[in-house]
């Protein structure tokens, strides 16, 4: 089997000994340089630029405006294309913008000789500005007489939604009749996150440049595929005109899910020429202008029968979207489904979302879209009722998780498998729960030790909410081995290891004959949209177990000619074997005989597409144990236990350490990390990497990674999902250890020292002697 | 303008022309090729440009090439035997699967170069403490802690020194 075997990544040696190629390795030096000019208010226009003294700088080749871009308004996030005009994204960005929605719009740029002349050359360029009111909250934006930040929307609002699924009950007629009943307990709660960014620790540079008529780009990105089209459609040009390249990327996180500066770059060396010009991005632009997670509010309602039966609930999320639509309404629509679906009413939902242009820097894809926010809400919820009716937090929940064939009201998408519950049990066991939980009931004292754990539920890629389809190629060698090529990308995940793995399988060959082309480009590699939503394993395993089943057969039916009377062929350590087990030919001399066969030569290859249909959930908790210094409002995470459903893995060493970075991220998203602006200028304060506090080795316990093994029937190899989830539940689970410490419910993150000192002094844990 | 910056880089003496006002990183990487010294911040944030000047791990973004002059820098192209052989502390990377993207990777192997070349033993806590200036945003620190442990451990039942 190599399915379900820990091999190292195929690519591990290449990374412990630096021959591993990112973006910038390959850039062709000297190369010139571009950088782009930021403007200095959030809110306004672009009245005029000088640029003649930056223009007469000593190598100084280009100057360019938002008075040059083409007029072309162009959409950026990796969805899938919709053929359909009204699921299509929306398309509300240019290369530079004359109107200013945020501060640090791009709105010139330079391309020099040189850094440092890019550089000098910014900083001699006049703008004169028109400015109107900073709007970072939802609530400004929204009021009446805001300035609108995009015509389209003059209301500021990108989009609405409400949705109710049909009343179980026809005692009621809607949602709201339920949770004013009074023979249930009625919970009415608010819940808020922060923004916070990916922090790959590579920054997404790229370097573009022109050849036989075409634009050739190289960029560290999860979507090369997508990226060709944006570039097509932002240039206005034919996207065959364009040939992009993904090399190894350090890490994405959903940030790379997104077509970034890539256009831009495309246009630049348009035009110098078609000169080779490079657009690094530096650490405190990535802040300030690529992606980040929105923040998200919720107004809760929840009537609960006697029993902690959930009866009905109501959700109403508030999107704050910053300057651009990227991914739109799509990520608080999926927050307000993931929220819906965990625990699933027993009489009816109705939730109400908002996506809310403000002046912040446009949030998009991040790790779990949406469901880090969602979880938040509903996780704090659950425990809030728990505390509040007297229910036991775990058997409240239990009694209301998603059950085994579970079908979504709204999209269809069906719970083929689960472990939750056993996922509950294995880490309330870990951890030893139940008695902790009794050891730290009656704390006092400034320092005290908590549990608390939280669930979640994930679908495996975006079917049906938008197109599923993977491509896989395979090619033998004269060896006997094959070549792998796909056009899903591997972004640091283990991509590539599993992929290899997963072919290995369906061919019957072992996975170190399985060579895969890492790096994708739009030219040769077969179509798939790339890296998001946890949905590679499952959607481009799909294809690679089709083609993989049809390359076989094509090996099979080659050795069937050769050996005619031979019956019940099978692949077997690298042979063909008959029926009794008997070694016909070894699949190196099979490969060589049919490359130079005088008789008949053929290259044997399969390639094909797989679209999917099919998506399923997966399933997981986290289980935290907490010391809080109450005076200090430190939270200091002592153990921390992740136990997850990801259906059958392929390669389980390789989950634990994905889980391990979820949890990590999970503990930034708890604690530490938030964008902070400053209210007057719309500027961040903290966009780089010393002042935002994403954690460091000194801020995590030993992270533990625990799994239940369903075998989902959908999934290729009994897969589902994984990428994101591990970053999921984290926050939530130490948000209800320190509530279990303190007694104190903290009900927007992070639980920062300043703001856990404030709740604790409103909840008289400090200041009353 | 450009100054000749003389030096051992990989254990080869080094001649090569450089800007004063650039950082060792730019050298290593675009006059020298070697890629391995990665650029995450540019501000000696991130730890991703590590490499040992003397024996001792610095963020190279914001150590300036012409204080290099004379002196000995190792980095992870350096590291690999004439064979191509991986070293044990490699080694722990790969099979402990301490490596996911790999942005961060050769630059908290230099540090654990230096760590492991100690000879000493640490606890976990004290290696937290020693890669603590390195970020990494896929792996929780979980499995590079594992294999520099790994390498720590190994190393000492051969070159073992006692706490000074």
Request: include cysteine; glycine fraction near 8%.
């Amino acid at each position: 089997m190599e399915v379900g075997r820990s091999i190292p990544r195929v690519d591990a040696a290449d990374k412990v000994s630096g021959r591993a190629k990112y973006t910038d390795d390959l850039c062709p030096r000297p190369v010139l340089e571009a950088k782009i000019l930021h403007s200095t208010i959030a809110n306004g226009w672009v009245k005029s630029m000088d640029i003649s003294a930056a223009q007469a700088l000593p190598g100084v080749v280009k100057v360019l405006t938002c008075f040059d871009v083409p007029d072309i308004q162009y959409p950026t996030p990796g969805h899938p294309w919709s053929v359909e005009k009204g699921h299509q994204d929306v398309a509300d960005r240019k290369l530079l913008s004359r109107r200013v929605r945020i501060y640090g719009e791009d709105i010139a740029a330079v391309v020099a000789e040189d850094e440092i002349t890019a550089q000098r050359a910014l900083e001699l360029i006049k703008v004169e500005y028109e400015e109107y009111p900073v709007m970072l909250e939802p609530e400004q934006a929204m009021a009446e007489g805001a300035v609108a930040i995009h015509e389209e929307k003059p209301d500021n609002v990108l989009a609405k939604m409400d949705l109710r699924t049909p009343i179980a009950d026809d005692r009621y007629e809607n949602v709201e009749q339920v949770l004013d009943d009074p023979q249930f307990y009625q919970f009415r709660g608010h819940y808020a996150t922060q923004q916070v960014q990916h922090c790959h620790i590579e920054n997404p540079v790229s370097f573009a440049w022109m050849e036989a008529g075409r634009i050739h780009v190289v960029t560290s990105t999860q979507i090369p595929h997508i990226v060709r089209r944006v570039i097509g459609q932002a240039l206005g040009i034919g996207w065959g005109n364009i040939q992009v390249i993904k090399p190894y990327i350090g890490g994405g996180f959903g940030n790379k899910q997104e077509v970034l500066y890539e256009p831009l770059n495309a246009w630049l060396t348009t035009q110098v020429g078609g000169r080779c010009v490079r657009l690094d991005v530096s650490r405190e632009e990535t802040f300030q202008n690529t992606r980040s997670r929105h923040p998200i509010s919720f107004d809760v309602a929840a009537a609960v029968d006697k029993d902690g039966n959930m009866m009905a609930r109501s959700c109403t999320a508030i999107s704050n979207q910053g300057g651009y639509a990227s991914h739109g309404n799509a990520i608080v629509a999926n927050a307000i489904t993931g929220f819906r679906q965990l625990y699933p009413d027993r009489i009816g939902h109705h939730s109400t979302a908002y996506t809310v242009y403000t002046n912040r820097p446009a949030p998009g894809a991040m790790r779990g879209y949406g469901i880090p926010q969602c979880n938040f809400a509903v996780e704090c919820m659950m425990e809030d009722i728990a505390l509040k009716f007297g229910f036991d937090p775990i058997e409240l929940r239990l009694k209301n998780i998603m059950p085994l064939g579970y079908v979504d009201p709204f999209n269809g998408i069906t719970c083929h498998s689960t472990g939750l519950a056993e996922c509950i049990q294995k880490g309330r066991e870990a951890i030893g729960w139940d008695e902790l939980r009794e050891k730290y009931k009656d704390q006092t004292g400034p320092v005290r030790r908590g549990v608390g754990m939280a669930c979640f539920s994930y679908k495996t890629g975006v079917y049906p909410i938008s197109l599923e389809t993977s491509s896989a190629r395979m090619v033998l060698n004269q060896d006997g081995t094959i070549q792998l090529h796909l056009g899903a990308t591997e972004i640091g995940q283990g991509g590539d290891t599993v992929f290899s793995q997963m072919a290995a399988e369906a061919v019957g060959i072992p996975t170190e004959d399985v060579h895969i082309v890492s790096f994708q480009d739009t030219d040769t590699a077969p179509f798939d949209t790339g890296a998001y939503a946890s949905r590679q394993t499952y959607v481009t395993g799909k294809a690679i177990k089709k083609v993989g089943l049809e390359f076989r057969e094509k090996l099979l039916s080659y050795a069937a000619e050769l050996f005619p009377e031979a019956k019940d062929l099978t692949i077997s350590e690298r042979f063909i074997t008959d029926g009794a087990g008997e070694k016909l030919i070894s699949l190196e001399e099979l490969a060589t005989t049919a490359f130079y066969s005088l008789e008949h030569s053929v290259h044997i290859t399969a390639e094909g597409t797989n679209h999917c249909k099919e998506n399923t959930f997966a399933f997981g908790c986290c289980f935290a144990e907490v010391e809080v210094d109450i005076p200090l409002g430190k939270v200091k995470v002592l153990r921390m236990i992740n136990v997850h459903d990801s259906g059958k893995l392929i390669n389980p060493a390789l989950a634990a350490a994905q889980v391990h970075g979820g949890m990590s991220m999970g503990i930034g998203y708890a604690l530490s990390e938030d964008m902070k602006f400053d209210p007057k200028t719309g500027r961040l304060l903290n966009g780089n990497l010393l002042d935002y506090k994403m954690p460091t080795s000194m801020d995590h316990p030993d992270l533990t990674a625990l799994f239940v093994e369903t075998d989902d029937p959908s999934g290729p190899f009994g897969n589902k999902a994984l990428g994101e989830p591990p970053a999921i539940p984290v926050a939530p689970a130490i948000r209800n250890a320190v509530l279990s410490a303190t007694g104190v419910a903290v009900n927007t993150l992070p639980l920062s020292p300043q703001k856990l000192v404030e709740e604790f002094t409103k909840g008289g844990l400090i200041g009353h002697v | 303008m450009m100054e000749i910056l003389h030096c051992t880089v990989n254990n080869k003496p080094v001649e090569v022309g450089i800007d004063p006002r650039e950082s060792l990183a730019d050298t290593l990487r675009q006059r020298l090729g070697l890629t391995s010294v990665k650029k995450g911040c540019e501000v000696g944030e991130c730890g991703a440009c590590t490499v040992l000047v003397d024996g001792v791990a610095i963020d190279s973004c914001i150590y300036l090439s012409v204080w290099a002059q004379g002196k000995t820098i190792l980095t992870v192209e350096g590291l690999q035997n004439e064979n191509g052989e991986l070293t044990p502390l490699q080694k722990a990377f790969v099979e402990e699967a301490a490596v996911q993207c790999g942005f961060c990777t050769p630059g908290i192997i230099m540090s654990a170069v230096e760590i492991v070349g100690s000879g000493k033993l640490y606890t976990r806590d004290e290696l937290r403490k020693l890669i603590s200036g390195h970020l990494c945003r896929c792996t929780g620190y979980e499995n590079i802690l594992n294999a520099v442990e790994r390498a720590v451990n190994e190393t000492h039942k051969f070159v073992g020194k006692e706490e000074e």
